[in-house]
């Protein structure tokens, strides 16, 4: 049976990795729905390549010039934000794949949830901003989550065949970044370009600047605990410079098994995409000569203060991850246009998560709402 795809986010770093790893394998994978914001040219040049049923651009002054440059196919063209969710909840496909960056993606994702579609979760925001109702409507509709993230995607292969045992600890290991090792009297100076160069990983700008922030990993923590049911000391995240092993899994036995391979995304994404299935591929393989040394030690949470406030966030539940994760887009988007200094991004999220009105148990409604009065302190705060 070909498996029914919809990419929404086609055109980041995540999407245009899926679109090669269906392309691929075209006995086993169909493109139904691509979406992007902003990118017209590349969807345009995806949609007449992979000959989807529909195409959204989100960025709705750009509708014309996609309708157009698609006049002669039979792809159906939407624009706006309204639209990613309407077409969230069409028939036409059996699987999501969320790799919209950030909050934007969690529209979508919740209406592809209650229209009983399965779930690739790349957009580890949604879970950060509002994880409990998300989950819980995974369950109510009976809908599968298979995690994208590299370290999620370890730790539910290190589940598998597990369900009747249980988890002492997960170890969430972390690259450490392109500023492994520095300190602050360093990263003050650290410029957008310098924190676009990740050593392991190529990755879309914004999860680029929270690996260099180490906030990447405080966000993963977040996604951990809902996506595998784990209380916050259940957690611990090691700095493993080499990105061998993806991540591990403890159980109550003491024993551990971990999940190792060459960092390349196409990896978890086919595993996530296959799902239940793991399907042949002449990637390269991992070679134990080649990292032949596997060292781990633990983050500095001093020097990379938002792994420390995203662990806040996760100790106190309610709306305050929700908080962080607005207050972190918008310093993250003024850092990448400098407007913002790296250490600065701190002060930013710090100062929001201060202010904003903390609910212990919060509604969707609440959720956005702590979104957008995040956002407008963060934006003010920084004079955007
Ligand atoms: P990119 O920035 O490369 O791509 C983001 C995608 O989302 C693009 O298609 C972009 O469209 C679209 N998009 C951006 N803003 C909006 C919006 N407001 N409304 C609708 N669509 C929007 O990101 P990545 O692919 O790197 O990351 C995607 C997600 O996956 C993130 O949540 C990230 O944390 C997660 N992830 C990524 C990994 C990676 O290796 N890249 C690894 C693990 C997780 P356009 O191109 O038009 O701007």
């Known amino acids: 049976m070909i498996k029914r795809i919809a990419i929404f986010g086609s055109t980041g770093s995540i999407g245009t990795q899926a679109l090669e790893v269906i392309e691929a394998n075209p006995d086993k994978f169909s493109v139904e729905i691509l979406t992007a914001n902003s990118n017209e040219t590349l969807l345009v040049e995806q949609a007449i390549k992979y000959n989807p049923n529909i195409v959204v651009i989100g960025d709705e002054l750009k509708y014309t010039k996609v309708k157009e440059a698609l006049a002669n196919t039979s792809v159906k063209v939407f624009a706006g934000e309204d639209a990613l969710k309407e077409v969230a909840g069409m028939d036409c496909y059996d699987l999501m794949l969320a790799a919209i960056v950030g909050f934007a993606g969690l529209k979508p994702t919740l ?13 580890k925001e949604t879970l950060v901003v509002a994880g409990d109702i998300v989950m819980q409507k995974a369950i109510e509709n009976r809908v599968p989550i298979i995690p994208v993230d590299s370290e999620h995607s370890a730790i539910f292969q290190c589940l598998m065949g597990e369900t009747r045992n249980r988890v002492e600890k997960v170890y969430l290991t972390a690259s450490g970044g392109p500023f492994i090792g520095r300190k602050p009297n360093y990263l003050v100076n650290v410029k957008r370009e310098h924190a676009l160069q990740h050593p392991n990983w190529e990755m879309g700008a914004k999860i680029s600047v929270d690996s260099a922030t180490l906030m990447n990993k405080g966000l993963e923590m977040i996604e ?10 259940q957690i611990e995240v090691l700095v493993h410079p080499q990105s061998a092993i993806h991540s591990m899994v403890q159980f109550e036995d003491g024993s551990i098994k971990a999940q190792i391979g060459v960092p390349d995304m196409k990896l978890p994404i086919q595993y996530a995409l296959a799902f239940p299935a793991r399907i042949p591929n002449n990637y390269p393989r991992f070679s134990f000569k080649k990292f032949n040394e596997f060292t781990f030690e633990e983050p500095d949470i001093k020097t990379f203060k938002n792994l420390a406030l995203a662990i806040e966030a996760l100790q106190k539940g309610g709306n305050l991850a929700c908080i962080m994760n607005a207050a972190n887009e918008i310093a993250v988007y003024a850092f990448l246009k400098n407007r913002l200094g790296f250490l600065e991004m701190t002060d930013v999220i710090e100062k929001v998560m201060g202010e904003v009105k903390f609910i212990d148990k919060p509604t969707l409604e609440d959720y956005f709402d702590s979104d957008a009065d995040a956002r407008t302190l963060a934006a003010d705060i920084i004079r955007l």
């Open 111 to 123: 209406k592809a949830i209650e229209n009983k579609k399965a779930i690739a979760l790349a957009n």
């Open 224 to 233: 951990a605990k809902w996506l595998f049911n784990l209380k916050p000391d």
